[in-house]
């Protein structure tokens, strides 16, 4: 399903972590693969959350720009009540229970959409009808979404004093959800032929010795990986290149790009993997990966 010039170059510029307005970013897949392109990165997956409704515009401008594509989506589970997101690449996007679990986590989205502006319109926010619009323009609905109008309704002064005064833990529009298990999560994506890997694992509210736990029990689930370079946040590369040496998982790098207009987290300028880990394109095209069903 994917293509690249030389997978086992250990200095390949890539970024396999980038969202599109198929889900929660701002720009068409188009636009995100050009942001990419410009930058100089040659490979790269659109990993929007719980859909592959971009892959095919992202694949073909891919080809047109001359960037290596790999699938990529980026999926919502759950871990002792901890939400996690779980990167899938290199899988076949039309594998059928692939589409019943993103199906059914984009309703469970939708039902929380609700609950939240049910909980907002009790603080004379109107809120029902913010999620009714991004509900009508959205396939996958996010907080973020919410947020956005709420900022510009002037409710919050950004994205990120939405969250922390109307939408987080502790605050009026907290809804909290129980998505799907991890291990289901990997065993979707083994399912589909592809490769799962654990999204920026510092970001996630846990103890150390909780989050080594974490990626003892994702290992075991058959989690091929996990992302080392995450964004901008160099001062947490080498302590995840060790936590993945440790735990004998791939390393995978993504800015997880949202918008363009945050200066911080360019798309496709990434620092590099540390010598000390094995590249997760590696694997991409590989025989040894699970088989497709």
Same mark, same amino acid.
């Given at each position: %399903?994917? $293509? +690249?010039?030389?997978? $086992?170059?250990?200095?390949?510029?890539?970024?396999?972590?980038?969202?599109?307005?198929? !889900? /929660?970013?701002?720009?068409?897949?188009?636009?995100?693969?050009?942001?990419?392109?410009?930058?100089?990165?040659? %490979?790269?997956?659109?990993? /929007?959350?719980? $859909?592959?409704?971009?892959?095919?515009?992202?694949?073909?401008? =891919?080809? @047109?720009?001359?960037?290596?594509?790999?699938?990529?989506?980026?999926?919502?589970? !759950?871990?002792?009540?901890?939400? &996690?997101?779980?990167?899938?690449?290199?899988?076949?996007?039309?594998?059928?229970?692939?589409?019943?679990?993103?199906?059914?986590?984009? *309703? +469970?989205?939708?039902?929380? %959409?609700? *609950?939240?502006?049910?909980?907002? *319109?009790? #603080?004379?926010?109107?809120?029902?009808?913010?999620?009714?619009?991004? *509900?009508? !323009?959205?396939?996958?609905? $996010?907080?973020?979404?919410?947020?956005?109008?709420?900022?510009?309704? #002037?409710?919050? #002064?950004?994205?990120?004093?939405?969250?922390?005064? &109307?939408?987080?833990?502790?605050?009026?529009?907290?809804?909290?959800? @129980?998505?799907?298990?991890?291990?289901?999560?990997? @065993?979707?994506?083994?399912?589909?032929?592809? &490769?799962?890997?654990?999204?920026?694992?510092?970001?996630?509210? &846990?103890?150390?010795?909780?989050?080594?736990?974490?990626?003892?029990?994702?290992? @075991?689930?058959?989690?091929?990986? %996990?992302?080392?370079? =995450?964004?901008?946040?160099?001062?947490?590369?080498?302590?995840?290149?060790?936590?993945?040496?440790?735990?004998?998982?791939?390393?995978?790098?993504?800015? /997880?790009?949202?918008?363009? +207009?945050?200066?911080?987290?360019?798309?496709?300028?990434?620092?590099?993997?540390?010598? !000390?880990?094995?590249?997760?394109?590696?694997?991409?095209?590989?025989?040894? #990966?699970?088989?497709?069903?």
């Amino acid at each position: %399903m994917s $293509t +690249q010039p030389n997978p $086992t170059d250990s200095t390949l510029a890539v970024d396999l972590h980038l969202h599109s307005i198929h !889900s /929660d970013g701002l720009l068409s897949p188009a636009d995100v693969v050009d942001r990419v392109a410009d930058a100089g990165a040659a %490979m790269l997956a659109l990993t /929007d959350h719980d $859909t592959v409704a971009g892959l095919l515009e992202a694949r073909e401008r =891919c080809a @047109e720009r001359g960037v290596s594509w790999v699938p990529g989506m980026e999926l919502s589970c !759950s871990w002792r009540g901890q939400s &996690l997101h779980v990167l899938g690449f290199d899988f076949d996007p039309e594998y059928g229970p692939l589409e019943e679990w993103l199906g059914n986590v984009r *309703e +469970q989205r939708r039902v929380r %959409m609700r *609950e939240i502006a049910r909980r907002l *319109e009790r #603080k004379r926010i109107a809120a029902a009808e913010m999620a009714a619009r991004i *509900e009508a !323009s959205h396939d996958v609905v $996010t907080r973020t979404h919410l947020a956005r109008e709420l900022v510009a309704a #002037k409710h919050a #002064k950004s994205v990120q004093d939405a969250f922390k005064h &109307l939408l987080g833990r502790g605050s009026p529009g907290h809804v909290s959800v @129980e998505y799907p298990a991890m291990a289901a999560a990997v @065993e979707c994506i083994m399912g589909a032929g592809g &490769l799962a890997v654990l999204a920026h694992p510092l970001r996630y509210t &846990l103890s150390g010795g909780a989050r080594r736990q974490l990626l003892q029990e994702f290992r @075991e689930a058959g989690g091929h990986g %996990m992302e080392v370079v =995450c964004g901008s946040a160099r001062g947490q590369i080498e302590p995840l290149a060790t936590l993945a040496a440790h735990f004998g998982l791939a390393a995978s790098a993504g800015s /997880d790009f949202h918008d363009p +207009q945050i200066p911080w987290n360019p798309p496709g300028r990434l620092a590099k993997l540390p010598a !000390s880990v094995r590249p997760i394109w590696h694997s991409f095209g590989r025989a040894g #990966k699970p088989s497709r069903q």
